[in-house]
């Protein structure tokens, strides 16, 4: 039996003989398309079809392909799971979206449904934002993934009408120094990966003048086969010009750039491991940036919003024109036809599925009314951007293809967008890590350089630098801040002209943790994006969720998925921070393993008064140094400990009703201005911030370990230093406000350990009054300068 | 008549050439004991002439008019006729 | 000329990315700055409704050829006898950045002997090579001659960021001593590079941030009414964009960049 007929006409149109294929069958079909179903889901397609007593074309195969695909539609966040314990009906349902319904705060405006989340920013605005992951692209063409990511996730904001106007990137490689020998056939050097990542960003964010405002490095052995590349944006838009409201009888309008066969398999291509052949094989689905292009579409799309002549928008990413054509009259329910041999194509011999699904970039959906045609082709044209109807929407709840007069695809929307649930099975096995033993080094002042020298920690300035962070003009607070250039917690951006009221942007990732528990790692990211909001002033928090795994089909990484996804419930309801938006990319695995999990989470909050935000760099001598929250001995996972070789088992933990306590007192006192500056305990823990305040502002530091708030059991000197714990903080606070400052931290766990000095020493003397740290300013700025090539 | 004309535009010496020296070091780090690399940029242009010597004159006014920098490029081209 | 009379035509085409927060400068000193795509004025002819003209920072058509390069033909070409007769009648013109580039790649600047034919100097890649995103400081060099620069005391040091590739100021090689003399001659070096204590960077980097020769950060034509710089007066307008405004008690309500606007306006409105 012949699996594919060629249809007798004037082009490339076959008929898939799905209707007698057998199990094996089916799955040869889904390999040689390439569209990587599973046979439950080519079995709902067969059944689909023979309920309309005939076989599908090419076309709506590889449109049902893109559509259920693990990148578009989530099939493990909505799917079935079962766990030793129960049976979990969708994890976002359960965990994610929970938060914010339950919360349900009025200054949400639209979540998770959009391509970008909404939330209530001031004087009508809305902040709209969204993070995206490009992790496989980047693995395979580390220049054009990063580029095409940063492409991708500006055009979600663009999406939901807001102008872009900050981009964030969170990157992970591995370590610079890998052995090239050690390196399988086809992975790429994580040196060489690292400039081809940084410069794709910087190539699209710079050429659209968006300014990159904040991010993180952070680097891992097992990033060595899977790169790790989040790309976010943030936009505004003002709130009445919102509109996703398709009606039948409105026009289709394809803008942007040509459509070639650049990005064909994108997504299905996403959703698979990658193997030694990856190389080869996917070239051609990794895109070609071009900034300008979208430069331009930007402009035409801010004015259409402006003048309010569209009906909805969306943006073209995997899958293409078929999703988004599907997407747009499935939010609307209307139905839509669209006349394929109108797409404005970058060279002839195109088969029609390569025209519908090509990932080709810079391209977006409108819908129009059909009175406002006329005006919204002559805006793009006046930007010199193409922009061409291509179909229209209906009421009939179908999607119709014709290419050159010939039905190509016809597919119920409801059919398209209820793929059946996949059911996986997740077992989360607790690794038998221990907690090291060695003995306390006398003197600590080397470890405080090693760790400030250490690439997680380490200055990423020449990363830094190479983004233009400050176009537009509205960077308040910058990555690196002060007379020294000191690394910032968060970024604030001030967005209107006639307004004080700024965005805070801020995120937190700690996939060494995740080693020992995702539970407690997906805590200590919330914990720490908020924290680093807190420390600049900002409130209000927002989360965006990312999740990078390995395959999902494999019931040890599904466990540890579900293990991070219930934290993410605990905390982010415990810091009543609800989720607003969120992106998942599966399958990273590679030769050398699977990715070490990693979650990113990205916080937005909002200051009141830019005037008031709080810089990290010391201002002067002679003032207070508080340390906030308790320490514990919670060093597993730490750099600390990493710096010996060990991982450890005493994870950091959250204590969230106190957290969240202590970060409403912290945010009473800067808006007092009682702190001069404040900074958040990371990695390295109090030595590490210690040193960065000192170092960024030039000014000394003698600390006392003796005051530290502590749990009994800690009597190392070493330990109080180095632990991670959650929730801490380093506030700078005048004498003259000693009182007020106080008086405002009544209840919290705090106490004074210090104070800044006039020299250019770092000082620490320990539990027993002996000094442990001597670290000269100028040795530990070289030290965390140099590590990365500041 | 139709001509094609390849048109190389490269650094006049005595200025430097950062991309050069960079892709210089790269190379180096992956082993290979390369001396120097210099960066030109080629464009290859069909365009319209009725004469080879009409054609020459115009590819030169290209050059000087948008696609070399007197102060730091020099440029070269060869001309055919395609059919 | 009255203040509100003055209409600044901030100029774009696509890839053009500074144009909002120059304009919003302009705004602030009470000034209407229109932001006009060249194709739009092309198609209107109405160059000189305006009385100033700006081009702001960006990648103008990607930075393809060379920085600058194609804006600069295709401003030439479009609106040649309309430019000439703006810059005839001292009408100042502005470039930021990759309006810089523009202005030399026009011929506008040095422009020693009027508008040049092919361009008399370059902005190439920078030294080291990479964009590079940074607060510099310059030293006003300018004699008076700059009107951009007439409220600004010569020899004061001022603070703006840079944020380019492409900003290496050179002459050729053969003419270099011979193009400096006349910049001094004619009073048409204004910024150069140095460090915060006034010290020239003599090429030094990161003081001199992309290499420039002589440490040259911004020039005016020998009438000084056309003027373009590396760094961003925009983005150092007001207090708050400064790298380090939270060290201080108070936050300074404006930063240097602002001269430059003022001096342009004070110019444009005592002029007949």
């Known amino acids: 039996m012949s699996l594919y007929a060629k249809r007798n006409v004037p082009f490339e149109l076959f008929e898939v003989n799905l209707?007698?294929?057998?199990?094996?069958?089916?799955?040869?079909?889904?390999?040689?398309?390439?569209?990587?179903?599973?046979?439950?889901?080519?079995?709902?397609?067969?059944?689909?079809?023979?309920?309309?007593?005939?076989?599908?074309?090419?076309?709506?195969?590889?449109?049902?392909?893109?559509?259920?695909?693990?990148?578009?539609?989530?099939?493990?966040?909505?799917?079935n799971i079962a766990t030793p314990k129960s049976e979990i009906r969708s994890l976002f349902k359960t965990y994610i979206a929970k938060v914010t319904n339950e919360l349900n705060p009025p200054w949400c405006i639209s979540v998770f449904e959009d391509n970008a989340g909404l939330i209530d920013f001031e004087k009508g605005y809305a902040v709209a934002a969204k993070v995206e992951t490009h992790n496989h692209p980047s693995a395979i063409e580390p220049?054009?993934?990063?580029?095409?990511?940063?492409?991708?996730?500006?055009?979600?904001?663009?999406?939901?009408?807001?102008?872009?106007?900050?981009?964030?990137?969170?990157?992970?490689?591995?370590?610079?120094?890998?052995?090239?020998?050690?390196?399988?056939?086809g992975t790429k050097h994580p040196r060489y990966v690292f400039r081809g990542v940084v410069a794709g960003i910087g190539h699209y964010g710079n050429n659209m003048g968006i300014p990159t405002v904040n991010g993180a490095i952070y680097f891992d052995e097992s990033y060595v086969g899977n790169v790790v590349v989040y790309c976010g944006c943030i936009g505004i838009l003002p709130m009445n010009r919102f509109v996703k409201n398709t009606r039948p009888g409105d026009v289709a309008v394809l803008v942007g750039g040509k459509t070639g066969r650049d990005g064909i398999h994108g997504v299905t291509f996403a959703s698979a491991e990658l193997t030694r052949k990856s190389e080869e094989v996917s070239r051609p689905a990794v895109q070609i940036a071009n900034p300008i292009e979208e430069e331009k579409l930007k402009r035409a799309i801010t004015r259409t919003r402006d003048e309010g002549l569209g009906s909805a928008i969306t943006d073209l990413g995997g899958g293409g024109i078929s999703c988004a054509t599907g997407e747009m009259a499935n939010r609307s329910n209307c139905g839509v036809y669209v006349e394929l041999e109108k797409v404005p194509l970058k060279y002839p011999g195109m088969a029609p599925w390569e025209i519908y699904i090509s990932e080709s970039q810079e391209r977006m959906l409108l819908s129009v009314?059909?009175?406002?045609?006329?005006?919204?082709?002559?805006?793009?044209?006046?930007?010199?951007?193409?922009?061409?109807?291509?179909?229209?929407?209906?009421?009939?709840?179908?999607?119709?293809?014709?290419?050159?007069?010939?039905?190509?695809?016809e597919l119920d929307l409801h059919f398209m967008f209820e793929p059946p649930r996949v059911r996986r099975n997740a077992k989360w096995k607790e690794p038998d890590y221990e907690e090291p033993y060695f003995p306390e080094p006398e003197n600590l002042t080397y470890d405080v350089f090693k760790l400030v020298a250490s690439l997680n920690i380490a200055s990423k300035e020449s990363v830094v630098r190479a983004?233009?962070?400050?176009?537009?003009?509205?960077?308040?607070?910058?990555?690196?801040?002060?007379?020294?250039?000191?690394?910032?917690?968060?970024?604030?951006?001030?967005?209107?002209?006639?307004?004080?009221?700024?965005?805070?942007?801020?995120?937190?990732?700690?996939?060494?943790?995740?080693?020992?528990?995702?539970?407690?790692?997906?805590?200590?990211?919330?914990?720490?994006?908020?924290?680093?909001?807190?420390?600049?002033?900002?409130?209000?928090?927002?989360?965006?969720?990312?999740?990078?795994?390995?395959?999902?089909?494999?019931?040890?990484?599904?466990?540890?998925?579900?293990?991070?996804?219930?934290?993410?419930?605990?905390?982010?309801?415990?810091?009543?921070?609800?989720?607003?938006?969120?992106?998942?990319?599966?399958?990273?695995?590679?030769?050398?393993?699977?990715?070490?999990?990693?979650?990113?989470?990205?916080?937005?909050?909002?200051?009141?008064?830019?005037?008031?935000?709080?810089?990290?760099?010391?201002?002067?001598?002679?003032?207070?140094?508080?340390?906030?929250?308790?320490?514990?001995?919670?060093?597993?996972?730490?750099?600390?400990?990493?710096?010996?070789?060990?991982?450890?088992?005493?994870?950091?933990?959250?204590?969230?009703?106190?957290?969240?306590?202590?970060?409403?007192?912290?945010?009473?006192a800067i808006d007092s201005r009682y702190v001069k500056s404040c900074h958040d305990l990371s990695e390295g823990g109090l030595a590490v911030a210690a040193a960065e305040m000192s170092f960024s502002g030039g000014y000394g530091m003698a600390l006392r370990l003796e005051n530290v708030p502590r749990t009994e059991k800690m009597s190392r000197n070493d330990f109080l230093l180095f632990s991670e714990s959650n929730s801490r903080f380093l506030v700078e606070v005048p004498e003259k406000r000693r009182e007020d400052f106080e008086t405002l931290m009544k209840g919290n766990v705090y106490a004074e350990i210090g104070r800044v000095k006039k020299d250019s020493y770092l000082s620490v003397y320990g539990l027993n009054d002996e000094k442990v740290v001597d670290a000269s300013l100028a040795e530990l700025r070289n030290c965390w300068r140099s590590a990365l090539g500041g | 008549?139709?001509?094609?004309?390849?048109?190389?535009?490269?650094?006049?010496?005595?200025?430097?050439?950062?991309?050069?020296?960079?892709?210089?070091?790269?190379?180096?780090?992956?082993?290979?004991?390369?001396?120097?690399?210099?960066?030109?940029?080629?464009?290859?242009?069909?365009?319209?002439?009725?004469?080879?010597?009409?054609?020459?004159?115009?590819?030169?006014e290209m050059c000087r008019r948008l696609l070399a920098n007197p102060t730091k490029d020099d440029y070269r081209f060869e001309i055919e006729e395609v059919k | 000329m009255k203040k509100k009379e003055i209409r600044v035509c901030i100029m774009r085409v696509g890839g053009t990315n500074c144009d909002a927060e120059t304009k919003r400068a302009f705004d602030d000193l009470g000034v209407k700055a229109e932001i006009v795509h060249l194709n739009e004025m092309?198609?209107?002819?109405?160059?000189?409704?305006?009385?100033?003209?700006?081009?702001?920072?960006?990648?103008?058509?990607?930075?393809?050829?060379?920085?600058?390069?194609?804006?600069?033909?295709?401003?030439?070409?479009?609106?040649?006898?309309?430019?000439?007769?703006?810059?005839?009648?001292?009408?100042?013109?502005?470039?930021?950045?990759?309006?810089?580039?523009?202005?030399?790649?026009?011929?506008?600047?040095?422009?020693?002997?009027?508008?040049?034919?092919?361009?008399?100097?370059?902005?190439?890649?920078?030294?080291?090579?990479?964009?590079?995103?940074?607060?510099?400081?310059?030293?006003?060099?300018?004699?008076?001659?700059?009107?951009?620069?007439?409220?600004?005391?010569?020899?004061?040091?001022?603070?703006?960021?840079?944020?380019?590739a492409e900003g290496r100021f050179?002459?050729?090689?053969?003419?270099?001593?011979?193009?400096?003399?006349?910049?001094?001659?004619?009073?048409?070096?204004?910024?150069?590079?140095?460090?915060?204590?006034?010290?020239?960077?003599?090429?030094?980097?990161?003081?001199?941030?992309?290499?420039?020769?002589?440490d040259i950060a911004g020039i005016c034509d020998p009438t000084g009414t056309i003027f373009g710089l590396m760094p961003h007066p925009e983005r150092a307008y007001y207090g708050w964009q400064l790298p380090d405004w939270t060290k201080g008690g108070r936050m300074p309500k404006y930063c240097d960049g602002k001269s430059v606007f003022e001096s342009m306006v004070e110019y444009l409105r005592k002029k007949s």
């Open chain 1, 369 to 409: 009314p059909e009175k406002n045609l006329q005006k919204v082709l002559e805006i793009f044209e006046g930007e010199e951007v193409e922009a061409t109807s291509i179909g229209r929407f209906t009421d009939n709840g179908i999607l119709r293809v014709d290419y050159l007069g010939q039905r190509v695809a």
């Open chain 3, 42 to 164: 092309v198609k209107k002819g109405n160059l000189l409704d305006y009385s100033a003209l700006v081009f702001p920072g960006g990648f103008s058509y990607g930075d393809y050829v060379r920085a600058g390069a194609i804006w600069a033909k295709g401003t030439l070409t479009n609106l040649r006898y309309d430019l000439r007769r703006f810059v005839e009648e001292g009408r100042p013109v502005l470039g930021i950045c990759n309006g810089f580039q523009v202005l030399v790649e026009a011929g506008l600047l040095p422009g020693f002997e009027g508008i040049s034919e092919y361009p008399e100097a370059a902005l190439a890649t920078n030294v080291p090579i990479g964009y590079h995103c940074n607060w510099v400081y310059v030293k006003h060099e300018s004699s008076g001659q700059c009107l951009f620069t007439k409220e600004i005391q010569k020899g004061k040091v001022l603070r703006m960021p840079v944020a380019h």
């Open chain 1, 467 to 668: 983004y233009d962070h400050e176009v537009k003009g509205n960077t308040v607070l910058k990555p690196l801040h002060g007379r020294y250039g000191g690394p910032n917690d968060a970024a604030v951006i001030k967005p209107l002209s006639d307004s004080w009221k700024g965005i805070v942007i801020s995120c937190g990732m700690n996939p060494n943790y995740g080693k020992i528990d995702p539970y407690w790692m997906a805590a200590s990211c919330i914990d720490e994006a908020v924290r680093n909001n807190t420390s600049v002033g900002g409130r209000r928090v927002a989360l965006l969720d990312n999740f990078t795994w390995g395959n999902p089909e494999k019931s040890d990484r599904l466990g540890s998925l579900v293990r991070s996804c219930q934290a993410c419930y605990d905390f982010a309801k415990g810091f009543r921070t609800p989720f607003i938006s969120g992106k998942d990319s599966f399958y990273n695995e590679s030769p050398l393993g699977p990715v070490t999990p990693t979650l990113l989470i990205t916080a937005i909050g909002v200051i009141p008064d830019v005037k008031k935000a709080v810089s990290m760099d010391v201002k002067q001598p002679g003032d207070i140094i508080y340390i906030v929250g308790q320490t514990y001995p919670e060093l597993g996972g730490s750099q600390y400990y990493q710096l010996r070789g060990f991982i450890g088992k005493t994870v950091p933990k959250v204590r969230v009703d106190k957290a969240r306590k202590l970060m409403d007192s912290i945010i009473k």
């Open chain 1, 143 to 185: 220049f054009g993934g990063a580029a095409t990511g940063t492409g991708g996730v500006i055009r979600d904001i663009l999406g939901v009408w807001a102008d872009p106007i900050a981009c964030t990137d969170v990157l992970g490689f591995g370590p610079l120094d890998y052995d090239y020998e050690k390196l399988p056939s």
């Open chain 1, 19 to 79: 209707l007698d294929a057998d199990d094996k069958q089916l799955l040869q079909i889904s390999g040689e398309m390439g569209i990587g179903l599973n046979l439950n889901e080519m079995k709902a397609v067969q059944r689909y079809f023979s309920r309309k007593k005939r076989n599908p074309t090419d076309v709506e195969l590889q449109t049902i392909g893109q559509t259920w695909s693990e990148h578009c539609y989530h099939k493990t966040f909505k799917g």
């Open chain 2, 1 to 60: 008549m139709m001509y094609r004309a390849k048109i190389e535009v490269s650094l006049k010496s005595g200025h430097s050439d950062p991309e050069g020296e960079m892709t210089g070091q790269s190379l180096r780090e992956l082993k290979y004991s390369v001396k120097s690399v210099s960066v030109s940029k080629v464009y290859e242009v069909y365009f319209e002439a009725d004469s080879r010597q009409e054609a020459e004159k115009q590819v030169d």
């Open chain 3, 170 to 214: 050179l002459f050729p090689k053969e003419k270099e001593n011979d193009y400096l003399k006349r910049l001094y001659d004619n009073d048409q070096l204004v910024f150069r590079y140095c460090d915060e204590n006034s010290e020239y960077a003599n090429g030094a980097y990161p003081i001199n941030p992309n290499g420039a020769f002589h």
